[in-house]
């Protein structure tokens, strides 16, 4: 076999099973959701082609609108929350800063393990009008109808939600961080300060250069991740009380298995796609911006 | 390091122990009502949801071990688990291997393919889904529920793979190239045992995900012999009925094998971690 | 090229083994009627499950010579199944069924047998709304296993006596008893809101008779010279409304997981509690013997400007099994055995000995609990109007359950709130086409 063959059959040994796997279960699926869209079909008969007639119901639908704004919070919080607060913990963990970290690595990532069903019915316990926080409050403030009435709040119900979003995935940025400042070779950063490099500057002139690709990563997790969420908050609240904490997974969960709209269901995920898609490039262009001043 | 560093950095320190303590508080305090609630039996928790048990009710566990026959439940969870997580953590190696350094230019289009993955909501495959296996006769079949397992796992561990196979130098398999060494020699001798923490990483979580995972099994099987035990914990939570005693020893049973498994995996894959950066 | 054969080879193995698991052919055996079932259980409770069993083992022993293989689901997943079976042409050939909106998808779409042929003679033999029509054309695609009232009132009459109250005649009274108990800390009305079906089962059903009788809601319902926009929808809307804003409900009532308004009435909590009479079967294992004597069973009193008849509660025909339209001959009548078997004498006695209401009339035995004893009363006496969610669309539930909600939290009037369930029942709602 020659050289360019050889590598030819090796990259097929090596990608083509996965592409085979994939393929086959998705493709279908994806075909059959994607033209479904642009349909009204209840599951039974033929699908009737109305055009864009979904997409334009769903972006005229306020429902959907406040469920917009509530994922791009939760978004927000991925981004600006979970992947700063995750590096700055495997930082300090990395760098053995703090004694026990190997401890605390395990208690941050341990939310992660827990299914997210329940967490929410822990979580429940505890802020739910029948929960443990609200019993103490009732006790310290005296007032047996006190509730946290932030939840009934149009504005601020998401926000214990993202509370919650903020504690349960921070250690999963945290580990995949770890996983790569191990890569960073250990001599590097003795150099830098046997040179009389300060801890900010190993930071700021090794470590976050390296780092650049993975958080980027991360940020494509982060986006998908949240634009998809749906167990947690369904499990908690079921984005209620009257559509508060809708996010658009519930909203196309709801109208595809509850009121059986396959078109309206299958144009809800496309528009995920969408805004996933939109919102990746936008950050694409920040990091090519990051990587530059970096490779300046 | 010098002590002079450390000194230097008691501040950061302190702000360190303080997010530490409170995410360590937020973590274990829940578990350890749900973990004595869970030996409460369900007319003393309606009764006083907090306090503590006041005899070990080990009823709850029998019960709801015989009720929804979790013993089944669990053997499936660990099968689709180790079979779906090996699967997809060898092919996504292979792929971000060739993906990250063989210069293809049709590598992007499949990069890119799996990518897309990562956007798809579960809910909106599953109908086609299940139309496609039935018609394929592989629904209520354990392939039916494990290839699914493995091609939504795919993308987020090619991700992983990928880039992190690319930040391995060129020079290195470069060298064993020019040594004669074959593409698949050189995945199993050199990228493998580069990519020790990131294969932690992607095990971890495929594993995760698997054993978390409840819509599809459900959907795609029937049999109780197929199903694995997220379906157990749905048996006891909600509907007009309720036991919370029971729902909260089902809690336990499914949470916990999860926990032990991360903590022991864990200081397992750390020497791997270590071995991994020796290496380099 | 070794390690390749080597890697092709694991995963055939691996695929292999997988396949193996999986598919086992029951082997035929001759003269047997074998069947499907999709089965609406809870098995995970204990009370459910011994029952089901004795049920499914007294069938199998009277009828060997059929044999059901049996899936079984619950609550919201069961929904998924039977709709990802539905959309891919895979119903089975025995499945559980609600007589109204909640699987009429399902009921409506031909897959489903009439089962009036089979039931002639024995109509009489059932409470009058269990065999009452379920299709447009007066067919009955499941035989109930019983009939449900939807809205009671549990009043703790221990709590009642200790406050010097009793129990009130109209809205208005039981308004004027709030402030004493909440005085005492206690809770008036403990009630969930949360998911969205109690609200409008187990109150707004009710109310919904009471302002408007049967006349208008029959009439509301088609759309024939009523709408949920007149005064008699809003006047029941305006009740839930004034329970809101005077401090009636549990506290934070939207945010309240179902069962959770239940722990504080049995906690003596709460002085009355508004739920389903399903709720009996909770009561018989959670009330203590003393308890059982002081609860009773209530309807809500008068409301203003009442038109509807004074007590009433809502009720719906139950839920039960049928059969796929594709079944013919020895299989038809196999299905029907079982349909049968489960609501007919046989298992209603059964599903009677652990609290169950059937809808199969017969004699009360003495030893039940005197909480199902009650309830049997209850139902036997009280005259019952139609349950909203079963006789509108759910997505039309979609619209409504958060305007409540809105206008609980003060946000909307239940003007605004009739206006808009209006607006979209006129435009959508499968009874008005």
Redesign the interface.
């Known amino acids: 076999m020659t050289e360019k063959s050889l590598k030819r059959v090796s990259y097929t040994v090596l990608t083509g099973p996965a592409i085979l796997i994939y393929a086959f279960i998705i493709i279908f699926p994806i075909v059959f959701s994607l033209s479904l869209s642009f349909t009204e079909w209840s599951g039974l008969d033929t699908p009737k082609l109305v055009g864009l007639e979904q997409y334009v119901r769903i972006l005229t639908d306020p429902v959907f609108l406040h469920g917009l704004r509530n994922i791009l919070l939760v978004v927000a919080v991925s981004i600006f929350g979970q992947i700063p607060l995750g590096f700055v913990l495997a930082y300090i963990i990395y760098r053995r800063l703090i004694v026990g970290g190997r401890f605390f690595e395990t208690m941050i990532f341990l939310p992660i393990t827990i299914s997210a069903v329940v967490v929410a019915i822990l979580w429940n316990q505890i802020f739910s009008p029948a929960g443990i926080y609200t019993a103490l409050m009732r006790m310290i403030r005296d007032d047996p109808r006190y509730v946290l009435g932030i939840f009934e709040s149009k504005t601020f119900a998401m926000v214990p939600i993202l509370f919650i979003i903020l504690w349960m995935y921070t250690g999963m940025y945290m580990v995949i961080y770890i996983a790569n400042l191990q890569r960073i070779s250990p001599s590097v950063i003795e150099a830098a300060i046997i040179d009389g490099a300060t801890e900010g500057q190993i930071l700021g002139r090794v470590i976050l250069p390296s780092m650049v690709n993975i958080i980027f990563t991360t940020a494509v997790f982060a986006i998908s991740g949240s634009l998809k969420s749906f167990d947690l908050i369904y499990a908690m609240t079921g984005g209620g009380p009257a559509h508060y904490t809708e996010v658009i997974a519930i909203y196309m969960y709801v109208n595809t298995f509850k009121y059986y709209n396959y078109g309206f269901g299958s144009a809800v995920s496309v528009v995920i796609v969408i805004l996933s898609l939109g919102l990746i490039g936008l950050i694409q262009i920040i990091f090519r911006r990051f990587e530059r001043m970096y490779e300046a | 390091m010098s002590s002079e560093i450390r000194q230097k950095n008691v501040g950061w320190n302190l702000a360190a122990y303080i997010i530490m303590i409170i995410f360590t508080v937020l973590t274990v305090g829940p578990l350890v009502w749900l973990l004595y609630s869970s030996v409460k039996p369900h007319f003393d928790i309606i009764r006083n949801v907090f306090g503590l048990p006041k005899t070990f009710y080990v009823q709850n566990y029998v019960q709801a071990w015989n009720l929804a026959h979790l013993g089944i439940l669990m053997l499936n969870s660990i099968f689709y688990s180790t079979v779906a997580t090996a699967i997809t953590t060898l092919l996504a190696l292979a792929a971000g291997y060739g993906f990250a350094k063989f210069k293809y230019k049709i590598s992007g289009f499949f990069y890119f393919f799996f990518i897309m993955g990562l956007l798809i909501t579960v809910h909106s495959v599953l109908v086609p889904l299940f139309v496609m296996e039935t018609r394929l006769r592989i629904d209520d079949t354990r392939l039916g529920v494990i290839l699914p397992y493995v091609a939504f796992g795919l993308p987020f561990s090619i991700y992983l793979a990928t880039s992190y196979i690319r930040g391995i130098p060129d020079s290195l398999e470069a060298a064993a190239v020019i040594d004669g060494a074959s593409y698949l020699r050189i995945f199993k001798d050199i990228i493998i045992p580069i990519c020790t923490p990131v294969v932690a990483t992607m095990l971890i979580f495929s594993f995760l995900a698997n054993w978390n995972e409840l819509i599809f099994v459900l959907t795609l099987t029937s049999k109780a012999t197929l199903r694995s035990l997220p379906v157990g914990v749905l048996a006891f939570a909600g509907g007009k009925t309720r036991n919370y005693g029971l729902q909260f020893a089902v809690l336990v049973i499914a949470t916990l094998p999860m926990i032990m498994f991360y903590v022991f995996s864990h200081n397992q894959l750390a020497r791997g971690f270590a071995a991994g950066a020796l290496k380099e | ?1 070794k ?2 054969i080597a ?2 080879a694991v ?1 055939l193995l ?2 292999a ?3 193996a ?3 086992e052919e029951a082997v035929e055996e001759v003269g047997k009627v074998k069947l499907t079932m999709l089965a609406y259980k ?8 011994a029952n089901w069993q004795i049920v499914v083992d007294t069938f199998f022993a009277t009828h060997p010579n059929i044999e059901i293989d049996i ?2 689901g ?4 069961f ?3 039977l ?2 079976m ?3 042409d ?1 119903l089975p050939d025995i499945m559980f069924l609600w007589p109204g909106k909640r699987t009429g ?1 399902v009921t409506g ?1 031909g897959k489903i047998k009439d089962l009036r042929p089979w039931l002639k003679g024995h109509e009489d033999e059932f409470a009058a709304i269990a065999v009452a029509a379920q299709g447009r054309g007066g067919e009955i695609y499941e035989l109930p296993e019983q009939v449900t009232d939807c809205h009671v009132m549990y009043t703790n009459e221990k709590l009642m006596k200790e406050l010097g109250l009793t129990f009130p005649k109209t809205h208005a009274d039981l308004l004027a008893q709030g402030a004493k108990i ?1 005085a005492q ?1 206690l809770i008036p009305v403990a009630m969930t809101n ?3 079906w109690q609200m409008q089962s187990c109150l707004l059903s009710a109310l919904t008779e009471r302002a408007g009788g049967m006349d208008w809601y029959d009439r509301v319902i088609v759309g024939d010279n009523a709408s949920f926009a007149d005064p008699e929808f809003v006047n029941a809307l305006s009740v839930i409304d004034e329970l809101a804003k005077e ?1 009636m409900f ?11 308004a ?3 009435f ?2 003596e909590e709460a002085v009355y509690y508004i739920d389903g009479g ?1 709720r009996a ?2 009561m018989v294992g ?1 009330l203590t013997d003393e308890q059982k004597e002081y609860v009773e069973y209530k309807t809500y009193p008068d409301i203003p400007n009442q038109k509807g008849t004074s007590g009433s509660t809502a009720s719906v025909a139950g839920t039960g099994y049928g059969m796929h339209s594709r079944l013919e001959g020895a299989e038809a009548d196999a299905a029907w055995e079982w349909i049968w078997f489960y609501s007919g004498p046989v298992g209603s006695a059964i599903r009677q000995g652990f609290g169950a209401n059937p809808a199969y009339k017969m004699p009360t035995p003495g030893k039940l609990d005197i909480m199902v004893k009650k309830l049997i009363k209850f139902v036997a006496e009280t005259p019952a109007g139609y349950v909203i969610d079963a006789v509108m669309d ?2 039309g539930m ?1 619209v409504l359950h ?2 409540i ?2 206008m609980m ?1 003060g ?1 909307k009037t239940p003007q605004q709130v009739a206006e808009e369930y209006e607006a979209w029942v006129a435009a959508n709602d499968t009874s008005r086409k």
């Open positions: 090229m390690k390749a890697l092709v995963l691996s695929a083994f997988v396949f698991g999986g598919q809870d098995l995970a409770d204990p009370v459910e499950a899936e079984y619950f609550d919201e997943p929904h998924n199944k709709q990802a539905f959309v891919a895979q998808q779409s909440r800390n949360k998911t969205q401090e549990s506290p934070g009532i939207n945010q309240l997981d179902y069962g959770q239940l722990t504080s049995v906690t399903w079967n909770n959670e759910a997505e979609g958060p305007a909600q809105e939290m946000k």
